[in-house]
Nanobody
């Protein structure tokens, strides 16, 4: 069992930056692929960025070049650095963990609101 807690969301002006954090507890962090998803009002949840246990990253086309996902296994934490934010980035951002040993084992955080507006 893994508990995920997101933090770092808030209100930011277009062009600004935010750094989201997701702290994991309850299991061995290093065996989980980690990802960030987001869900805007009236929209389906979509993958924003993913980082595997080996450090391989993947990004949605809409955020490529602006967002960076990283992980610190020693701190059991995954980050999402978001730069040059746009109003269309406004959404609830969710942390996700997927076991590299069993893909049926998945966990979600409670979400953190990111609002980009002037």
């Amino acid at each position: 069992q893994v508990r995920l807690v997101e933090s770092g969301g808030g209100l930011v002006q277009p062009g600004g930056s935010l750094r989201l954090s997701c702290a994991a507890s309850g299991s061995i962090f290093s065996i989980f692929h980690m990802g960030w998803y987001r869900q805007a009002p009236g929209e389906q949840r979509e993958l924003v960025a993913r980082i595997t246990i080996s450090g391989t990253t993947r990004y949605a086309d809409s955020v490529k070049g602006r967002f960076t996902i990283s992980r610190d296994n020693a701190k059991n934490t995954v980050y999402l650095q978001m730069n040059t934010l746009k109003p269309e980035d406004t959404a609830v951002y969710y942390c996700n963990a997927e076991s590299a040993l069993n893909t049926d084992v998945r966990y979600w955080g409670q979400g953190t609101q990111v609002t980009v507006s002037s």
